[in-house]
């Protein structure tokens, strides 16, 4: 099993049954699929480019693609995609990141130097922010590493808890903020009053410390053992690799 | 003209806001509305001759469909062709501006995404924006942006949205502003987000009669919104029918003709992207822009200028992907990718260019 694989895994059991989750290509799609094959089939998909509930086919690749919106029965406008997260029809979404920092504020827009001049320009929000402000509750998933786990993001793309404690909420954020974030090294939840990422569990081999070494943050640690996360068993790697992504287009390494 | 977020200008570093005015101008786009020949009239003429009559070097023009689906690329292929200069370019994606940076087509962009989503951001974007040869002019989210488009649709100066608040994007957009929501005795904030309206947009469709009544498959994104609040609007269609089929069908128009200045029958006009019903996208085309052009400037000048200005129009791209050939797998591909034929000995493996591949290897 390698660390896609595992990260999958973790997050398709972020889903519960018969929930309206928004998803972005890549991981999330995978874990959306894999939890509709397994512990939740009643799950509906909803894709900022208008697809709803689409047939299951291949893997899209896009977020417009037409796998999004195979035999949807129907396909809504951008506008309203994202009307209905605000109207509270949509239970959860699945955000990556490029930068993350301790109250889950994520960054994909740019990287160093100054706005008008940076090292790198990645690319904008798309609809990220919209899902980050809208959804009930939104999980992010990434690789961890310090360049990725940072004290301050050059860019709030999308709001986590801001500046902590009630700071969303004053900030006026109708969404209820992360809940998790599903990383390489472990899952994470946030402290409730402070609103700072904390350990939930760390994947098998993974000490606190070397999730600690993979952070440009202080990652608070919960009170007495920290558990270790619970990995996928051979019939659910075999659909991960034979129906999800047969073809390794998100998990293969 | 308008009263902007100053400390937006301040971090985009804009002296002369009056290249801001249009996009907001409600008024005068409800002038340039009221001035078109309203009348049902035959408005089809060659792709050559909309482009030089509707698009004016300067324009805000909007990008359509999502990306490198439904997308008016061939509409777009041709403003660069002729030439057009310093336009600004808005869309939600606005993925497709970025090549017309390296031939001064694009100057300004209204910033939503720009990239190719599992194949990561645009190199070329983020090259020529530390170079200054493209500058963005406020910075929006999908929602926010498509909010601005729904409001012009709806005849509304503006709206107000729960989106962006708290997040760096407000401090990046001269046009968003935070303001407390006015039926609210507590502490609501809301962002005010204006009207928007484009200079010209270029839209594709499955169908339009002669008139510019157009019926589409697959997702509108912003399409219908943006018809009705850009000033000028050509409209490229895989077919022309009559009226009376756009009448007769089902789905009716989507997009009605009085939005419309110019139709143009264009079969493949969304190609090299993806056309919903009638086919994929141009892999080979997408996977060496991605994998190799990119990497470098004059690696992207090579490669669209052979694709671009190597081909005069959509017959010229077609022989270079293989022709007839191309088109009956490519239609069987989106046909059997939308569940309209069947799936069994359809290839959607994703494959990565690598040198010395053609187009036989990734179609």
């Not at chain 2, 001759?49 to 999502?66: L, P, R, T």
């Not at chain 2, 994606?93 to 989503?117: D, F, L, R």
Request: charged residues 25%; contains cysteine; negative net charge.
């Amino acid at each position: 099993m390698n660390p896609l694989e595992m990260i999958a895994y973790v997050l398709s059991k972020q889903i519960e049954d018969h929930e309206v989750i928004y998803i972005g290509t890549g991981l999330p799609m995978v874990a959306a699929s894999l939890a509709k094959k397994t512990h939740a089939p009643h799950i509906t998909f909803v894709y900022e480019s208008g697809g709803q509930d689409p047939e299951p086919c291949e893997m899209p690749w896009s977020v417009g693609g037409p796998m999004t919106w195979r035999k949807s029965p129907m396909i809504m406008e951008m506008a309203h995609s994202f009307g209905q997260a605000a109207q509270g029809m949509v239970d959860k979404g699945f955000l990556g990141f490029a930068q993350l920092d301790m109250y889950g504020n994520a960054n994909t827009h740019m990287i160093g130097g100054t706005y008008t001049n940076p090292k790198v320009r990645l690319t904008g929000s798309g609809g990220n922010n919209d899902v980050a402000s809208l959804v009930d509750k939104l999980i992010y998933v990434g690789l961890q590493d310090p360049s990725k786990f940072v004290p301050n993001v050059d860019f709030i793309t999308s709001p986590g808890y801001l500046t902590g404690g009630n700071a969303r909420e004053e900030a006026g954020i109708l969404g209820g903020g992360p809940v998790a974030i599903i990383t390489s090294a472990g899952v994470y939840d946030f402290e409730p009053e402070s609103k700072r990422v904390r350990i939930k569990s760390l994947h098998p081999g993974v000490s606190a410390d070397l999730a600690q070494l993979a952070s440009g943050f202080e990652l608070l640690r919960p009170e007495g053992e920290i558990p270790v996360t619970e990995v996928p068993g051979p019939e659910i790697l075999e659909i991960l690799r034979r129906e999800v992504d047969p073809n390794g287009i998100f998990i293969g390494m | 003209m308008f009263d902007y977020n100053e400390e937006a200008l301040r971090n985009l570093e804009i002296e002369d806001t009056s290249i801001l005015d249009r996009l907001v101008d409600y008024r005068s786009a409800r002038e340039a509305h009221l001035k078109k020949d309203h009348s049902q009239r035959d408005k089809r003429m060659s792709l050559s001759e909309a482009v030089s009559e509707y698009v004016q070097d300067g324009d805000i023009w909007a990008d359509s469909g999502f990306s490198y689906v439904k997308s008016a690329l061939q509409g777009w292929w041709e403003v660069i062709r002729q030439g057009k200069k310093d336009l600004q370019a808005i869309g939600s994606p606005n993925t497709n501006q970025t090549y017309g940076v390296i031939y001064g087509t694009t100057k300004y962009c209204h910033m939503s995404y720009t990239g190719a989503e599992m194949r990561g951001y645009d190199k070329m974007f983020s090259r020529n924006l530390k170079e200054g040869k493209v500058k963005i002019i406020s910075d929006w989210s999908h929602g926010l942006m498509a909010q601005g488009f729904k409001a012009a649709q709806l005849g509304m100066p503006g709206c107000f949205s729960k989106q962006g608040l708290g997040s760096d994007i407000l401090r990046h957009n001269p046009y968003l502003k935070t303001m407390q929501n006015p039926m609210s005795k507590k502490n609501d904030p809301v962002v005010f987000v204006p009207a928007l309206y484009p200079d010209i947009a270029i839209i594709h469709v499955n169908a339009a009669d002669m008139y510019g009544n157009c019926r589409f498959y697959g997702p509108a994104v912003n399409d219908v919104a943006v018809a009705a609040a850009a000033r000028k609007v050509i409209i490229t269609a895989e077919e022309i029918v009559s009226n009376r089929d756009i009448r007769y069908h089902a789905k009716g128009a989507q997009i009605p003709f009085n939005n419309i200045d110019a139709v143009v029958e264009l079969p493949f006009g969304a190609a090299p992207g993806y056309m919903p019903g009638c086919y994929y996208w141009m892999r080979y085309f997408w996977e060496r822009f991605f994998i190799e052009a990119q990497v470098t400037e004059e690696g992207c000048k090579a490669f669209f200028d052979e694709w671009i200005f190597g081909s005069k129009d959509v017959h010229g791209l077609l022989a270079k992907v293989g022709g007839t050939k191309w088109i009956e797998k490519s239609r069987r591909r989106a046909r059997a990718a939308e569940g309209d034929n069947e799936i069994d000995g359809v290839n959607y493996r994703y494959k990565i260019w690598e040198k010395g591949m053609d187009t036989a290897d990734i179609d």
